[in-house]
């Protein structure tokens, strides 16, 4: 027999924001120009058990490597490269990097390695998007995941061998340029852009370094007059990045994963005047197939008849109402009182939505 029932059984979260409190500018934003470069280089990881890859591009480099240590392989030998492993890796340059400082690397195998780990990446360099080399890559890979196979082709994995981390496995070998110390301004972009909370850090900054020390360009942008020696920048950020804001309270919304069930409601969400009934519809489908005997002393055969009964039931279905400029808790203990499971609390929600009666954004994630 199989039940197909209509509903999302899922766990709803309800989230009730807290009151505003101030935040540091550190916080709110980010000094334009400041930031992070991704570096991303391709390299060959030794020293496999047996698990390296067989790709035809592996045999490519590892004879181009061969050829730079002196080394010539006879024309027509294809060298056994189990325990080698072409693999690209990738890192993030921090900004005000220096030469000889180093940096963590993720290793991950481009070709049909089994497993990294016990492996060893041979030097290799790391460029940026402008296709300088910044940075030079070595050392023995760290690999969480783990495999085994027996005999008869039965295999388990625990998270994933293929990929592999090096702890301070890069040296930083060129710094990258910064516009920090450019300029007569320095600019905060605000990791969410909103115009009452661009207006508050300039009279924030302004109430205590003065006025017209900030002006804002846009939702996201404050520029601030800064002394041009560096040494002086630095102190002078040093202050503007502990300055604390109050930032604007963000518009209502009301956020579904339909995968995991869960919701969350906004603080400023509101609910127009509405009446709403959920039920839940259960579809029963049963399967007892019948055979049908031929008569005897006949050449019949037996048959195989399908009987296939269809039950529908509907539970009963409660109504609740909304009265005007419902407010978040009102909402949560409405739904609460009539026992709605996070599915039909989202099938309301987005019912409301389509009505017109709930005063929020909806998003479906």
Same mark, same amino acid.
């Given at each position: ?5 209509? #509903? ?45 890859? @067989? ?21 027509? =030998? ?19 990097? !220096? ?18 780990? #016990? ?30 196979? #027996? ?89 503007? /990045? ?22 969350? =409601?906004?603080?400023?969400? @509101? ?58 808790? /009102? ?13 039909? =609390? ?6 409301? !939505? ?12």
């Amino acid at each position: 027999m199989k039940m197909l029932r209509f #509903g999302l059984l899922m766990i709803a979260l309800s989230v009730i924001a807290a009151p505003v409190l101030a935040d540091r500018l550190k916080d709110l934003a980010r000094i334009k120009g400041v930031r992070n470069n991704q570096l991303v280089g391709y390299g060959l990881v030794v020293g496999l058990d047996g698990t390296g890859d @067989k790709a035809p591009f592996t045999n490519q480099t590892f004879r181009n490597m061969m050829t730079q240590f002196g080394i010539t392989l006879p024309p027509g =030998v294809n060298p056994n490269l189990a325990n080698v492993a072409a693999v690209t890796i990738t890192a993030n340059l921090p900004p005000f990097a !220096k030469p000889g400082q180093e940096l963590d690397i993720t290793v991950s195998s481009i070709g049909n390695a089994d497993s990294l780990r #016990g492996g060893t990446l041979l030097m290799s360099p790391l460029k940026g998007a402008d296709d300088q080399v910044y940075a030079m890559a070595q050392g023995s890979l760290v690999v969480g995941g783990f495999g085994a196979q #027996g005999a008869d082709g039965s295999r388990i994995t625990v998270n994933v061998p293929s990929v592999g981390r090096i702890p301070s496995g890069a040296t930083i070998e060129r710094e990258v340029m910064s516009p920090f110390t450019r300029g007569d301004t320095i600019t905060f972009n605000l990791l969410r852009a909103d115009f009452t909370t661009a207006r508050r850090v300039v009279e924030a900054i302004n109430g205590q370094l003065g006025p017209d020390m900030a002006y804002a360009h846009d939702a996201t942008s404050v520029s601030v007059k800064a002394p041009r020696d560096p040494s002086q920048r630095v102190s002078f950020l040093s202050i503007l /990045e502990n300055i604390e804001v109050n930032p604007a309270e963000d518009a209502a919304k009301v956020v579904i994963n339909s995968r995991t069930g869960t919701i969350v =409601v906004g603080q400023n969400v @509101k609910v127009s005047p509405a009446a709403v009934t959920h039920g839940n519809l259960t579809v029963t489908i049963e399967e007892n197939p019948e055979a049908n005997q031929p008569n005897p002393f006949t050449d019949g055969e037996t048959v195989i008849e399908p009987n296939t009964q269809i039950a529908i039931t509907e539970d009963p279905a409660r109504m609740f109402q909304f009265g005007p400029a419902v407010t978040l808790n /009102e909402i949560v203990q409405a739904v609460n009182q009539v026992g709605a499971a996070p599915g039909d =609390v989202m099938a309301v929600l987005e019912a409301l !939505k389509q009505a017109g009666a709930l005063r929020a954004e909806l998003i479906v994630i």
